[in-house]
């Protein structure tokens, strides 16, 4: 401020000694007059370039000016880089936020006091079909169509709610969580997750319950049924033997039951098998072979069961699982194969190395479209003939989840009426020929348990 007082005076001074110079007394006064306004005129013009930029307000164009109004200039250009730096640095920032929100699994939907979409992560437009450039600043209510959801929305309620995707089919089903949840001034935030999978999860959970309630009811019924005959009615000897008889049938079928479940859920929470453990492909075979006879007989059927011999092969897994799975194939031929049929058990190997444990039979066979469904826990074809021979309906599902824990393929090729051929083919991986010392297939037994 003093520079500016000091160039002030001088310009004055200056004037009135060219005055005096040029007019003596007079012309003094009149020449510091004439510098006075001369240096405000050339103030206001540097004046007025800062005022131009200034209105501009942009880091272009700094007008280059002496004085006060260079510091101006100076100060203005300060503080406008920080607004710049400040506002490049918020909007990295909402960027960033932005991007973590686009990142979310779940959909995020920003709405306007009316309704209206400002902002939609990708998640959302896909879950509700939006298009992110169309269908901004229209209303939600127009474009999410489902009536729960108006319902709901127009409620103003804060629990979530479940509705259809709008790409739901009977066939895929699409299901979304939504919840609304009001923020600044009327606003409200739109939360969507699909939970697809977790519903379709919860209807597998009710169904296995009803099955395996509905599974274990009948034989419970039964067995009650005969408890309640043998306390009140006075029988004799025979009867009597003949009512326990049927009751340990019931109690069989129960344990059972619970066994396949046991082992379905062992199968589900153990680790996979390694390539450790090798059994020979003669000692599961045999295994298979004796069990078939001893069912043959206990169901009175007269079957024809041949079993080729086993190559010597050895295959690696667990020998239990492997068990089972073999064994319930064979199981299955010989239940519902009638009596005089026929059952051909064979171990092959394929061209391009894999092994094929095969069995075929001479039974009614299965219409083509059972045999997708066939692996489904209790799923069967004619029911009560899988109880009449003891089924639980869950062999299958008991041999599909070995035979993919073992990196194996079950095919299932059937024709009605003319019989029907379950088989699985192991990857070569998991076989090797028998080594000399392990020739005596028989001699290894496969341990209890
Ligand atoms: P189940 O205990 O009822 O036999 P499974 O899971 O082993 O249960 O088999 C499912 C269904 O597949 C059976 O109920 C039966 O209808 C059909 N099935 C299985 N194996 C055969 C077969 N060899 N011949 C005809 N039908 C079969």
Redesign the pocket.
Known sequence: MASRFFSFLCWQLGGGLVGWWLAHDKGAMGGIVAAALGWLALDSARGARVLAWLRRADMTGIPSVAGLWAEVVDRARRALRLREQEAAESARRLQEFLSAIQASPNGVVLLDPHGRIEWSNQTAAEQFGFDLQRDMMQQIANLVRDPAFTAYYQSAGDQEIVIAGPRSSPSRPAKLSVQLHPYGEGRKLLLSRDVTAVEQADVMRRDFVANVSHEIRTPLTVLAGFVETLQNLPLDDEERARYLGLMSQQAHRMQTLVNDLLTLSRLEGSPLPGVGEWTPAAVLMAQCQQEAQGLSAVLGKVHALIFEPAPAVEISGSPHELQSALS??VS??V???PARGSIHVQWGQLADGRGEFS?R?S????APE?ISR??ERF?????S???E???????????KHVVQRHGAELKID?TPGA??T?AIEFPAGRLRVLSRDTTAPHAKELPAG
Not at 363 to 366: D, E, H, K, T
Request: aromatic share 8%; proline share 3%.
């Open positions: 319930n194939l299955n031929a239940r519902y194969t069995v039979d039974g009614p066979g299965i059972h066939l692996t799923y069967r074809v004619d029911r003939r899988s109880r021979t003891g089924g639980t309906g869950l062999g299958l599902a008991i041999v059937s019989g029907s379950f």
